[in-house]
T-cell receptor, first 117, second 109 residues
Framework: GAVVSQHPSRVICKSGTSVKIECRSL??????MFWYRQFPKQSLMLMAT?????????EQGVEKDKFLINHASLTLSTLTVTSAHPEDSSFYIC?????????????FGPGTRLLVL | QKEVEQNSGPLSVPEGAIASLNCTYS??????FFWYRQYSGKSPELIMF????GDKEDGRFTAQLNKASQYVSLLIRDSQPSDSATYLC?????????FGQGTELSVKP
């Protein structure tokens, strides 16, 4: 199988607080995990690529100091939205790529819906 | 020009018909191509991938790839109302998946 979990599934927070989202590959090892954001009626936008044991690579326009990514093991990556504001409200989805996946298949977590009041 | 383009739809087909979803991409160096299905409020789930020219069949789904034309499609045979969702085409470029904007499919009973 290829199961990816995310926690929490939904979070509501006040403006200015920080929120941590966990992404776990449950039945496989993932050297690379990806974090996406999806606004309503739009496609997935890649935020950053997370490699185990190294710094994340952020896409253009994504603030690395605001979206902190840690990939501490082959099965866990975390995204922390620091000092969240209402415009950060979105659907955050992680994906994981299997070790030695030649074709590059990514398996997605169920997503985390963030609402910042 | 967007890197991966899809018709946003909605595409409406009657139950039992064939649904045809199309996708074009701009980077000729792209190696692998993926189709994901996303139900409203849910995350994408992989339907299938293809990396060689031609057709690849999996159950009711057939992916078609034409690298010369930079075109990939997904056919859904015997469409069911449960197939109603947004279908995302994704292209692997430089180790990253680049997504199209998705095509909304509606299968009418």
């Amino acid at each position: 199988g290829a199961v990816v979990s995310q926690h929490p599934s939904r979070v509501i927070c006040k403006s200015g607080t920080s929120v941590k989202i966990e992404c776990r590959s449950l039945d496989f090892q993932a050297t690379t995990m990806f974090w996406y954001r999806q606004f309503p009626k739009q496609s997935l936008m890649l935020m950053a690529t997370s490699n185990e044991g190294s710094k994340a690579t952020y896409e253009q326009g994504v603030e690395k100091d605001k979206f902190l990514i840690n990939h501490a093991s082959l099965t866990l990556s975390t995204l922390t939205v620091t000092s969240a504001h209402p415009e950060d409200s979105s659907f955050y989805i992680c994906s994981a790529r299997k070790l030695a996946s030649g074709e590059g298949t990514q398996y997605f977590g169920p997503g985390t819906r963030l609402l910042v009041l | 020009q967007k890197e991966v383009e899809q018709n946003s739809g909605p595409l409406s087909v009657p139950e039992g018909a064939i649904a045809s979803l199309n996708c074009t991409y701009s980077d000729r160096g792209s190696q692998s191509f993926f189709w994901y299905r996303q139900y409203s409020g849910k995350s994408p789930e992989l339907i299938m991938f293809i990396y060689s020219n031609g057709d690849k069949e999996d159950g009711r789904f057939t992916a078609q790839l034409n690298k010369a034309s930079q075109y990939v499609s997904l056919l859904i045979r015997d469409s069911q109302p449960s197939d109603s969702a947004t279908y995302l085409c994704a292209v692997l470029q430089g180790g990253k998946l680049i997504f199209g904007q998705g095509t909304e499919l509606s299968v009418k009973p």
